[in-house]
T-cell receptor
Framework: ETGVTQTPRHLVMGMTNKKSLKCEQH?????MYWYKQSAKKPLELMFV???????ENNSVPSRFSPECPNSSHLFLHLHTLQPEDSALYLC??????????????FGPGTRLTVL | GQQLNQSPQSMFIQEGEDVSMNCTSS?????WLWYKQDPGEGPVLLIA?????ELTSNGRLTAQFGITRKDSFLNISASIPSDVGIYFC????????????????FGQGTILTVHP
């Protein structure tokens, strides 16, 4: 049903592993976002891509590396994470330069657990 | 950065009751968005408000854009168990433009529990 898909839905990884999260939007949007949602905290914006160009890196540690190969796909590469990085990672997309450009549509998220 | 304050933080109600929650800011917002997040899922957009004073409904949900532009309200009538979840307000931060274009500020959420 959702126009934004994320895989995997659940991921458990060790601190020395390398993994990637994938997001795909089927809405024809031109902006994509990564958010982190920890328990009892507001949504934290991590990265913003407008027209495939990164326009925001919200002081995110370098162990998180985003990649946006085209306007429909967004990846988050993970390397040497810490247990405190365990959270729900949400991807969203929106259509900039449109009347309703502020409306972001979210994927179901990837529940990440770092051991 | 700019903050959106949601109230109450949590609500425990009986099925059939009406619900009211709000979102306030110290700054003016030109757009208010209301999202609902079910457990283990991503937020889903419920209602978008674009004009001060605007009142918009989506089924049993009604949201209003405050006249001062510094607040918004969400009401749910005749609640049912599937209304359970976290409700977030959001809006573009003031003076959003340039590299801030498209960004949203989110409130901390109101957790709603509905008892059958």
């Amino acid at each position: 049903e959702t126009g934004v898909t994320q895989t995997p839905r659940h991921l458990v990884m060790g601190m020395t592993n390398k993994k990637s999260l994938k997001c795909e939007q089927h809405l024809g949007h031109n902006a994509m976002y990564w958010y982190k949602q920890s328990a009892k905290k507001p949504l934290e914006l991590m990265f913003v891509y407008n027209f495939k160009e990164q326009t925001e890196n919200n002081s995110v540690p370098s162990r998180f590396s985003p990649e946006c190969p085209n306007s429909s796909h967004l990846f988050l590469h993970l390397h040497t994470l810490q247990p405190e990085d365990s959270a729900l990672y949400l991807c969203a997309s929106s259509q900039l330069l449109a009347v309703r450009n502020n409306e972001q549509f979210f994927g179901p998220g990837t529940r990440l657990t770092v051991l | 950065g700019q903050q959106l304050n949601q109230s109450p933080q949590s609500m425990f109600i009986q099925e059939g009751e009406d619900v009211s929650m709000n979102c306030t800011s110290s700054s003016i917002f030109n757009t208010w968005l209301w999202y609902k997040q079910d457990p283990g899922e991503g937020p889903v957009l419920l209602i978008a408000l674009y004009k001060a004073g605007e009142l918009t409904s989506n089924g049993r949900l009604t949201a209003q854009f405050g006249i001062t532009r510094k607040d918004s309200f969400l009401n749910i009538s005749a609640s049912i168990p599937s209304d359970v979840g976290i409700y977030f307000c959001a809006g573009p931060p003031p003076n959003a433009g340039g590299t801030s274009y498209g960004k949203l500020t989110f409130g901390q959420g109101t957790i709603l529990t509905v008892h059958p």
